[in-house]
């Protein structure tokens, strides 16, 4: 069974901080992806690394896929309120989409 | 519709109850996911479709859990005689490729 360990769990943190979200398994998956989950909503891709040592940049946010592709970490620099939500990692491990998530880490940003 | 739809958006049964939740999938989406979301569980993969056909059932809890898919389209998740650890939010979720899955609001179930 594959398994991801995402942590912290809950971080609080003032408006304009940096933090890192970070995403571990001792398993090897095909892809990497993170969403974001507002209260009543579905989850939102934000980004899929798929090759290891991979970075993305995606306005204040850099993902970072491993390069034995067992971890990944989400990087937010100054964080604003509007940042403020469930950031999940889920990893691929098959050809069809079948997704692992992570407990998931719920970050609020304080104004 | 834009995007993945499910009703109802919120169920409260009675333990012993069946229940029957649906997911309108994005038109053309060929991938359709059922995950359960539980408080200190995360996100549990359910089941896959690709098509009417399901080749991977291996996240359904046990056998009181069934879906099917209709059409390539709608599909719908039966839990039968419904019990307290089955309240979770229930995603479905679509696919053309299985890389970028569009996720539903979700069902909140709750079993008194």
């Known amino acids: 069974t594959q398994l991801l360990e995402q942590s912290p769990q809950f971080l609080s943190i003032q408006e304009g901080e940096n933090l890192t979200v970070y995403c571990n398994s001792s398993?090897?998956?095909?892809?990497l992806q993170w969403y974001r989950q507002e209260p009543g909503e579905g989850p939102v891709l934000l980004v899929t690394?798929?090759?290891?040592?991979e970075v993305k940049k995606l306005k204040r946010l850099t993902f970072q896929f491993g390069d034995a592709r067992k971890d990944s970490s989400l990087h937010i620099t100054a964080a604003q309120p509007g940042d403020t939500g469930l950031y999940l990692c889920?990893?691929?491990?098959?050809?069809?989409?079948?997704?692992?998530f992570g407990q998931g880490t719920i970050l609020t940003v304080h104004p | 519709g834009a995007g993945v739809s499910q009703s109802p958006s919120n169920k409260v049964t009675e333990k012993g109850k069946d229940v029957e939740l649906r997911c309108d999938p994005i038109s053309g989406h060929t991938a359709l996911y059922w995950y359960r979301q539980s408080l200190g569980q995360g996100l549990e993969f359910l089941i896959y479709?690709?098509?009417?056909?399901?080749?991977?059932k291996s996240g359904l809890p046990s056998d009181r859990f069934s879906a099917e898919r209709t059409g390539g389209s709608v599909s719908t998740l039966t839990i039968q005689r419904t019990q307290q650890e089955d309240s979770a939010v229930y995603l479905c979720?679509?696919?053309?490729?299985?890389?970028?899955?569009?996720f539903g609001p979700g069902t909140r179930l709750t079993v008194l």
């Open positions: 889920a990893g691929g491990g098959t050809s069809y989409g079948k997704l692992t």
């Open positions: 690394v798929v090759t290891g040592g």
């Open positions: 979720a679509s696919s053309i490729q299985g890389l970028w899955q569009f």
């Open positions: 479709f690709q098509g009417n056909s399901a080749p991977d």
């Open positions: 398993s090897v998956f095909s892809s």
